[in-house]
């Protein structure tokens, strides 16, 4: 195993072009992303060629059943491929995050009507989801949320807006959290429903290509068949599950980040030469590379542990997320902040994509939730499990 090598993958042969594996998933990558990552940063866009491209890898919504488009794909793997997907452009690994949050959701709390309307064109890609929870004053605090939904003639009024919507721009259909009479509704918003309007949000420090996105909606008239769950069970169970599932993408993404880093550094550092010799035999860089190593193989492990929880039912994947998202989102800003050291004033030009990568991992501090609600989370559940002394 050399360096700059993730995890070893068992040998898998995709079938037909399809993202199977880890293995599948990097030369997918390597192939149609990473010699282009930049120039998506610059442009603020993932071009619509690659999004056909990942549609027909079957990356959209792999973890469907087969009949829905997926391949049945375990957390584990799904896991393993948002790390690569990651490790070539956050932007793109954002796009999935979001769109696994919306399919996955209609899948597991929809209807029998509702999965057979929307998990086909999720599962395929010919359907683009994103998910509305933050708004303009609140963020994701579901406690402040002042988008209503107002029952009317035997469906629904929706009024309110959503702000940072990751792929709103392009997105054809919204999950969107309100507020009903009783409590917290998701519900399934087109695109094409009057009433919806979409402002992009450009310019941003990170995953600048995710195509952002304001949502706003002025008396949008949705019928009964729209509302995600019954009735009062939304903020519970639905929005449980479908942050745990986004985190944990986002954990994966950052320890994709934090790879990109190694690797781009190995390569540096080993043509770079100074007085002579090859910037890789200098101890202090040598520490920064193993530390990187290190963390790594750390946060792969977490991860691993929390997409094999999820793959056995097993609850305690929540609080197995929240560590594997906090450890590698601080792991990926560190490292990336060392690996523009390592570059020195190459690693402030947009030639080199460490500069990319620096952005675009501070931005997984904060999205699905703050590394701040992470610690007070994590310090709590250790709180409840402590065993008295006997």
């Known amino acids: 195993m050399t360096l700059t090598d993730p995890a070893p993958a068992a040998p898998t042969a995709p079938a037909a072009g399809r993202v199977t594996d880890r293995r599948s998933a990097r030369a997918f990558v390597d192939t149609h992303v990473v010699p282009r990552a930049d120039a998506y940063d610059r442009e603020g866009r993932v071009p619509e060629d690659l999004l056909r491209q990942v549609a027909e890898a079957g990356l959209w919504a792999p973890f469907l059943p087969l009949g829905s488009g997926g391949i049945g794909m375990d957390m584990v793997t799904l896991g393993e491929v948002h790390e690569e997907v990651g490790r070539g452009c956050s932007s793109l690994r954002s796009l999935l995050t979001v769109h696994t949050m919306v399919a996955w959701t209609v899948q597991r709390w929809g209807t029998a009507a509702q999965r057979d309307r929307w998990t086909p064109a999720l599962g395929s890609g010919a359907v683009l989801g994103a998910f ?134 190995s390569a540096y550092a080993a043509h770079r030469r100074v007085g002579g010799s090859p910037l890789r035999d200098l101890p202090l860089i040598q520490a920064k590379l193993s530390d990187m190593v290190t963390d790594a193989r750390a946060a792969r492990l977490l991860l691993a542990e929390a997409g094999r929880l999820k793959d056995t ?78």
Not at 181 to 197: E, H, N, Q, T, Y
Not at 332 to 354: K, L
């Open 313 to 390: 039912g097993d609850s305690a994947t929540l609080m197995a997320t929240w560590i594997a998202k906090y450890f590698a989102s601080t792991a990926a800003v560190r490292h990336a902040a060392e690996a523009v050291q390592i570059h020195g004033a190459n690693g402030c030009s947009p030639d080199f994509p460490v500069a990319r990568l620096y952005r675009d991992a501070k931005v997984m501090e904060i999205i699905e939730g703050s590394n701040e609600i992470q610690r007070i989370t994590i310090a709590g559940q250790a709180e409840r499990e402590k065993t008295p002394c006997p």
């Open 132 to 265: 509305c929870l933050s708004e303009p004053g609140v963020g994701s605090d579901t406690a402040g949320i002042t988008t209503t939904a107002v029952e009317s003639g035997g469906g629904w009024v929706l009024n309110g807006v959503k702000k940072w919507t990751t792929g709103g721009q392009r997105a054809d259909l919204f999950l969107v959290f309100a507020r009903t009479a009783a409590s917290i509704g998701a519900f399934l918003v087109a695109r094409d429903a009057p009433g919806v309007r979409v402002r992009p949000i450009d310019d941003m420090l990170g995953t600048r290509a995710s195509m952002l996105a304001e949502i706003s909606f002025d008396d949008v008239e949705l019928g009964p068949d729209a509302l995600l769950g019954p009735s009062g069970f939304t903020a519970g169970m639905v929005l449980t599950g479908t942050l745990d599932l986004g985190r944990y993408s986002v954990a994966a993404g950052s320890l994709g980040i934090l790879q990109a880093c190694l690797e781009a550094s």
